[in-house]
């Protein structure tokens, strides 16, 4: 059964202090990995998509790195305005997108 | 260029109770996937329309079914509610559905009784 894993699963950062949150993955075929940031009661924002391992991507404070079994979202010097739930999901050969359980930022002035 | 849309933004039922949820997608997006978000959790694939005919259903029962409509949009019905039905429903649109970067809208917080 294919399965998305993220960790940890709520993080506190002061500003400026940077860090990592993770993505595991275990499914049959990867097609790609998406990265989504959620507000609360609000629907998901796209932010990334990698289809390799190898490949990154980059937007501001934020960078997405994907390996053959995780992806890794990397904060750098984050701000308040970053604090949101962070989701990853997979998109499998001949299904349908995947969810993470997500990981809760709050991001401390 | 318009976003994804989706109506009414709050919802109140009873158990037993159906329920129409629309969704307008992104102008140019033929392709249309329903989630279900419960409180704390990530979002369920429910099912997704591709030019109208279901492409993909995820593993829930038969009293949530939809249409996709010639403009694309959708409608998600739920008969027979339950308790556990109350949560985010989240309607994403893409252009077609092959590796295609899905696009959220807003979404709709049913409420069961």
């Known amino acids: 059964e294919d399965q998305v894993t993220q960790s940890p699963e709520a993080l506190r950062l002061q500003e400026g202090e940077s860090s990592s949150l993770n993505c595991s993955y275990t499914v049959s075929g990867l097609r790609g990995l998406f990265w989504y940031r959620q507000d609360p009661g609000k629907g998901p924002e796209f932010l990334f998509t990698l289809y390799s391992a190898g490949e990154e991507k980059e937007k501001e404070r934020l960078k997405a790195t994907l390996t053959k079994k995780e992806s890794f979202l990397h904060i750098t010097a984050p701000k308040p305005e970053d604090s949101a739930t962070y989701l990853c999901?997979?998109?499998?050969?001949?299904?349908?997108?995947?969810f993470g359980p997500g990981t809760r930022l709050s991001v401390l002035p | 260029e318009t976003g994804v849309t989706q109506s009414p933004t709050h919802l109140i039922k009873t158990r037993g109770q159906q329920v129409t949820l629309r969704c307008s997608s992104q102008?140019?997006?033929?392709?249309v996937s329903w989630y279900q978000q419960a409180l704390g959790q990530g979002p369920q694939f429910i099912f997704q329309?591709?030019?109208?005919?279901?492409?993909g259903r995820g593993n829930f029962p038969p009293r949530f079914s939809g249409l996709q409509f010639p403009n694309y949009s959708s409608e998600l019905n739920v008969n027979a509610l339950e308790l556990d039905d109350s949560a985010l429903y989240l309607c994403a649109s893409s252009l077609g559905r092959e590796r295609e970067t899905q696009y959220f809208g807003p979404g709709t917080r049913l409420l069961v009784l």
């Open positions: 329309y591709y030019r109208e005919e279901e492409n």
């Open positions: 102008s140019g997006h033929n392709t």
């Open positions: 999901a997979v998109l499998v050969y001949g299904q349908n997108f995947v």
